[in-house]
């Protein structure tokens, strides 16, 4: 009669602990936060060239907005004047934008206002876009008014 080899106890409890805690980094790193280590570095521009930009589209959660061809003001968005203070009427820029706008961002604020959603999704997290038309020639869109998260530096 043969007799079963006998896995020592040592080397199952190894390879438990092992595909343990591999897992537990896996789970850990998905939950990160720590902004400091993704972002990206800041590349200074040469002598007489514009800043990078990266180009982001403006989302609006209306679906009636979403589907219009026309541009009625119900449908248009503010852009704000100064990310770090309360996202109302009276700071936002004169220009408007709408849905599927696609605007030119060259930085990310993480600790700007809280801004919500219709559906109540929120961030603090804002894209300084470059505008021709106004004062300074920026303003700045809420994250949660588009989709995309393009790598950016963070702004100063």
Known sequence: MRTRP???????????????AAAAAAFLTMLDTDRKNREPTITQSGPGTAPTTIPVRVFNIEGDCKSREERVPACSMGLARDPRLKYDTDNVVSHRVWHD?????????YDG???EDETG???TRWFRV??????????????VRT????A?????
Request: proline residues 9%.
């Open 130 to 143: 470059r505008i021709d038309t106004v004062p300074g020639g920026s303003a700045w869109l809420p994250a």
């Open 147 to 150: 989709h995309d998260s393009p």
């Open 101 to 109: 706008d696609i605007l030119n961002a060259d930085c990310v604020l």
């Open 121 to 123: 999704v929120g961030t």
């Open 6 to 20: 006998r896995v020592r106890l040592p080397l199952v409890v190894s390879a438990v602990t092992a595909c343990i």
């Open 152 to 156: 950016l530096p963070t702004c100063a």
């Open 113 to 115: 206002d809280r801004v």
